[in-house]
C-alpha cells in the first residue's frame, strides 16, 4: 500500500507563487512517473506536469513557462512550483504516482490540495 500527501495550497494573489509537495509513504518497493493534476469546479481533471523516474518532463501548454516540477527520489516527494498564478489556476491539485509495492505496480492518487487565485 502506498500514501500520497499534498501539502502546499492555499490562497494567492494573481502573479504570485507557491509551492505544493507530495510525499510517497508506504511499502514502497520503487517509483515510477510522478504528476500533478487539478480540477476546477466544473471541469474535469487534467493532467498539468509529469515527471519520470529519470527526470523528463512534460507539462500542459497552459502551465508551461509558469509551473515546474521536480521530485527528490531519496525522499519519494515531488514537488510543483508555481510562479506567476492567474486566477484561473484555481482548482484542487492532486499528486498522483504509479508505485511498485509489496501488492504490485498500481497507480495512487493524494486526496489534493486546494489552490486559490484571487485578489
Known amino acids: 500500500q502506498v500514501q500520497l500527501v499534498e501539502s502546499g495550497g492555499g490562497l494567492v494573489q494573481p502573479g504570485g507563487s507557491l509551492r505544493l509537495s507530495c510525499a510517497a509513504s508506504?511499502?514502497?518497493?520503487?517509483?515510477?512517473?510522478m504528476g500533478w493534476s487539478r480540477q476546477a469546479p466544473g471541469k474535469e481533471r487534467e493532467l498539468v506536469a509529469l515527471?519520470?523516474?529519470?527526470?523528463?518532463?512534460n507539462y500542459a501548454d497552459s502551465v508551461k513557462g509558469r509551473f515546474t516540477i521536480s521530485r527528490d527520489n531519496a525522499k519519494n516527494t515531488v514537488y510543483l512550483q508555481m510562479n506567476s498564478l492567474k486566477p484561473e489556476d484555481t482548482a484542487v491539485y492532486y499528486c498522483?504516482?504509479?508505485?511498485?509495492?509489496?501488492?504490485?505496480?498500481?497507480?495512487?492518487w493524494g486526496r489534493g490540495t486546494q489552490v486559490t487565485v484571487s485578489s
Open positions: 498522483s504516482t504509479k508505485a511498485t509495492s509489496l501488492l504490485g505496480t498500481l497507480g495512487y
Open positions: 508506504g511499502s514502497i518497493i520503487s517509483i515510477d512517473a
Open positions: 515527471i519520470t523516474s529519470g527526470g523528463s518532463t
